[in-house]
Structures are given as C-alpha cells and as structure tokens.
C-alpha cells in the first residue's frame, strides 16, 4: 500500500511551480526589470508631491522631442509608466505590496490586471492562463530531456547491438548490399527503435497527466485519495496492529533508506527482500545496517 502515484506527480508539480514561480517575481509585471522608484530617482517615502515632481523633471530631460538620443524613448517609456503606477495610491498600494511579498505571484498579478483592466479580466482566468503558460513550459522542457537522452541513449554500443541483432532476426540472418542500404537502414531503425525497450534515466517521456495545470485540477481528488491511504495505514498497523505487508515494508525500507522511488524499482528482487527482512524502518535496525556498511566499504578500500 505505496503512497498514491497523484500524490506524489503533485508534489513533483508543485515543485516545478515554485521553482518557475520564483524565478519570475511578481513586482516584474509593474515595471518590467526595474523597480519604479529607482526610475524615478525617488524613494519609497516619497509623497505624490515628490513623486510627481521628479517625473516632470524627468520627463524634459528624456522626452523624445527634446532630447535626439535614440535610447531616450525606451527611457521615457519607463519614466511615464513608473509614474503612471505611482501617482495612484491604489496602485501604488498594490506595488508597495508586492514588493514586500514577492511570494504571492498569483495574489499580485491578479491585483495587478484587475486594477489596470477593471472587471475585463477575472482572477480565476489569469489562473487559468498562467497554469496553461506553465504546463506548456513545463512540457517542452520535459520533451527536450527526453529527446536529449533518446539520442544519447542511441548512439551507445548497446543500443546500435540490439538494434543490428533485431535487423538480423527480421531480416532471417541476412543484410543487404545496395547502394541504398544505409537509407533503408535509416528507416528500419526508426520503424525498430520503438520496440526496443529503451532504459533512460534521469528524463521521463512527457505525459499529459503530469503536468502543473491537470495535476492542479486533480488536486481535490489526490488529498482524498492521500487522505484515505493515511486513514487505512493508521487503522490497519496502529489500531489493529496487522503485520506489515510485502509491498507496505518495501515502501518503509524505501523510505529509511532514502533511496528514490525508481533507483528502489531498478534493485534486484533478492536484495529487495534482504533489506526488507532486516526491518530497516525500525531505527536500530537501521543503524546497524549502516555501520555494517560503512565497515564494508572501509575493508574494500
């Protein structure tokens, strides 16, 4: 009785949200790259007095009609867009606010749409839209690890092996000598490669059912389902106290061992079982193993 498989693509979304989340701060949306008051010359305390003040002076000196440089548009772009977000308290409530919580990306940005586009935009739909940004990066970047291993995989002498001895078993044992063959050979190896059972590690084939924004939407039903494996577990070894089963034991050596779910499925089926039958969740148990292990390693070396 493994945790649920949702439960665990959902903590490895969420993941991925965040890690996106963070590397794109909210306060970017105001003034792109740059915080407004710097572009202003003014500082967070400035009253509108100063604020507005310091944008006209601005403005004269980099207003495309006074001054030739060719740079001087983008900056007076920035100026008047700075100002326009900080001549408005409401506004500039909201900027002061995301500033000082940087963390509520999905908070500020519909604070942000809301104030600038009324009612135009909901809340809901820039959640919407930002799941679908995010599932779609989170896509390509998955398909372009794939693809990447795919290749990697197949230029090693095991995988050009299996793929000849196939060629061999299709073609009775022969091989043809046309000029033409190493074209052929191209298409039978596109035709062939998919039923070689490829091993590639570290990149998983992108699925519909992994990404941010179906893992988000499936949400409610992956606590339910974590929810009620919580509830047996506890019922069954706390309250009954049953005796461990197989694959729940496998799951607590797993676990005690901190090794990753797929490195724990590649294992052979005999030490599975040693490690099992050594109760490893059971701390001494644990430490033992450990320093049998470390005296192991010492008498190789």
């Known amino acids: 009785m493994a945790p649920p498989v949702g439960h665990i693509r959902w903590c ?22 740059d915080d407004c008051y710097d572009l202003l010359g003014v500082s967070q305390t400035a009253n509108a007095s100063e604020i507005k003040k310091a944008y006209y002076k601005l403005s004269l000196k980099y207003h495309p009609d006074k001054n030739p440089d060719p740079d001087s548009r983008k900056r007076f772009v920035k100026i008047a867009t700075a100002y326009e977000i900080l001549k408005d308290e409401a506004t500039r409530e909201q900027y002061d606010y995301a500033i000082a919580h940087p963390e509520e990306v999905f908070y500020n940005t519909a604070r942000y749409y809301q104030a600038y586009y009324g009612h135009k935009t909901d809340p809901r739909a820039v959640l919407v839209g930002l799941l679908l940004i995010l599932s779609g990066f989170q896509y ?47 298409k039978v190896e596109e035709e062939l490669s998919k039923e070689l059972n490829l091993d590639i590690k570290g990149a998983e084939k992108p699925r519909f059912w992994n990404l941010i924004g179906v893992q988000f939407i499936l949400l409610p039903y992956a606590l339910a389902k974590l929810f009620l494996w919580y509830g047996s577990w506890f019922w069954r070894y706390q309250v009954k106290k049953a005796p461990y089963s197989w694959e729940d034991a496998a799951h607590l050596t797993q676990r005690a061992l901190r090794v990753p779910v797929d490195a724990w499925s590649s294992l052979d089926e005999s030490m599975k079982e040693d490690l099992v039958h050594r109760r490893l969740w059971e701390k001494g148990n644990l430490e033992n193993y450990l320093t049998e292990m470390r005296k192991e390693s010492k008498r190789r070396r």
């Not at 989340?21 to 105001?30: D, F, K, Q």
């Not at 998955?142 to 001895?165: E, F, G, H, S």
Request: hydrophobic share 40%; proline share 3%.
């Open 12 to 33: 490895s979304a969420a993941s991925f949200l965040v890690i996106c989340l963070l590397a794109v701060p909210s306060v970017a949306i105001y003034c792109d790259e």
């Open 140 to 186: 390509l970047n998955q398909k372009t690890r794939y693809d990447q291993a795919v290749a990697m995989v197949k230029n090693t002498p095991a995988y050009k092996n299996r793929l000849r001895a196939l060629v061999l078993e299709r073609s009775g044992g022969t091989t043809s000598k046309k000029k033409n063959s190493k074209q052929m050979d191209k």
